[in-house]
């Protein structure tokens, strides 16, 4: 062989010996950039597993460098190497609008995305860092929600079920302002439709009277009755030497309807139905009924809350009866053979009849509601005279 094409030939080999020598050497020391496939390697340093209940997508396509700079090529204008800073990278892929609207959580106001949220993967959905509510109790106060009575999804930890984790257009992050929230599970037949519906109600305060998460009373109530009521209602109108049994005990419900009603008042029932849930209905309907009773007018002598008077009477006994029947005051009642003036209808202090103490008035010779004679007397006597001797001894 020539000597010339032998040297070419060695140097031929030489060059293909030192390529190889310099890939080897490129391949294993110098570095070169990675590809969106090749990015989970990252594990490899970094102590990051993407396997997971919920891994984040973009890691799915497009790996690590999908929001991360490659580190080796360039320096990262962020810590972490990321292209953006806050929520602006994450606003790359997820619209703004939904996270911008009137009232805003705090960490997304302020762009702390990962507050809340893994950016890599998690067991939770949405990638959160935890389940609710112990991701919300994270910043608000547990013992707020703990309480004798709690709101089912607060007890079941939906707090989304009633606010937007992000921003909304409702205080308090709701999802839609009340009542119209509350419908969401209440029936809407309980607040709506009635004549008369509570002012409260009507205009969707819902949370005036009732806690929306946990409260000490049942119904969710801000505070036990009466005294939720007297937050509104003054209480002097309730107060008196003589208190109505339910009200004194607090039972507003037992005579009205908290949201609405046919009747006036929001009372439960008519009167006197509703009068008769308590009273003995039987005292009432003797044959002769006295006219107010018959039609019902149960207030028109009884207060129905507190009065100064024995039986809630709105006026003394005596003056009561003078509002319909005047004319008792001016002519002689009752016999007035021995006396012209007839008979007293009132005595300023209790005198001995009978070996009994009683204090005339109208009342000592009628029933104010139903008798079985006539004239409403209170004792069986078919006349005036009858009467006396229910009093006066027999001569």
Same mark, same amino acid.
Do not use: W
């Given at each position: ?19 190889? *020598? ?80 009137? *009232?805003?959580?705090?960490? *997304? ?36 929600? %703990? ?45 709506? /439709? ?52 339910? *009200? ?13 009603? %046919?009747? %006036? ?19 009432? %309907? ?8 018959? /039609? ?77 004679? /006539? ?21």
């Amino acid at each position: 062989m020539h000597r010339g094409q032998k040297t070419r030939k060695d140097l031929r080999s030489v060059v293909i010996i030192l390529s190889a *020598v310099f890939f080897l050497f490129a391949c294993l020391f110098v570095p070169r950039p990675l590809s969106a496939k090749e990015y989970p390697d990252c594990s490899k340093c970094h102590k990051i597993k993407f396997a997971g209940k919920v891994v984040h997508p973009i890691i799915k396509t497009g790996g690590c460098v999908a929001c991360h700079t490659q580190p080796h090529e360039k320096a990262a204008k962020s810590s972490r190497f990321l292209f953006a800073t806050g929520a602006d990278l994450c606003f790359s892929c997820h619209g703004k609008e939904r996270f911008s609207r009137e *009232v805003q959580h705090p960490p *997304v106001a302020s762009g702390d995305c990962t507050a809340c949220h893994d950016p890599h993967l998690s067991d939770n959905p949405k990638l959160l860092i935890a389940a609710a509510p112990a991701l919300c109790f994270n910043c608000h106060d547990k013992t707020k929600f %703990e309480n004798k009575d709690v709101h089912p999804p607060v007890a079941g930890g939906m707090c989304f079920s009633c606010h937007d984790p992000h921003s909304s257009k409702n205080a308090k992050l709701l999802v839609a302002a009340p009542p119209d929230l509350c419908y969401q599970c209440h029936d809407k037949a309980i607040t709506s /439709g009635k004549k008369n519906v509570h002012p409260p109600v009507m205009g969707g305060m819902c949370t005036s009277c009732h806690a929306p998460h946990a409260a000490a009373q049942q119904k969710l109530l801000l505070q036990p009755m009466p005294d939720l009521c007297f937050s509104c209602h003054d209480p002097k109108g309730f107060a008196g030497k003589i208190v109505h049994a339910p *009200v004194s005990a607090g039972m507003c419900t037992n005579c009205h309807q908290p949201h609405q009603s %046919e009747q %006036e008042k929001l009372l439960l029932a008519a009167v006197p139905e509703m009068c008769f849930n308590c009273h003995d209905k039987a005292a009432f %309907e003797n044959k002769n009924v006295h006219p107010p009773v018959a /039609g019902g007018m149960c207030f028109s002598c009884h207060l129905p809350h507190a009065a100064k008077r024995k039986a809630l009477l709105i006026k003394k006994i005596n003056s009561l009866c003078y509002t319909c029947h005047p004319q008792v005051r001016t002519e002689p009642h009752i016999i007035n053979a021995i006396a012209h003036k007839g008979h007293p209808l009132r005595t300023k202090k209790k005198v001995m009849l009978e070996d009994k103490k009683i204090q005339l008035s109208c009342v000592s010779c009628h029933n104010p509601h139903s008798s079985a004679t /006539g004239r409403l007397f209170r004792y069986p006597a078919d006349t005036p005279m009858q009467l006396c001797s229910f009093c006066h001894k027999k001569v």
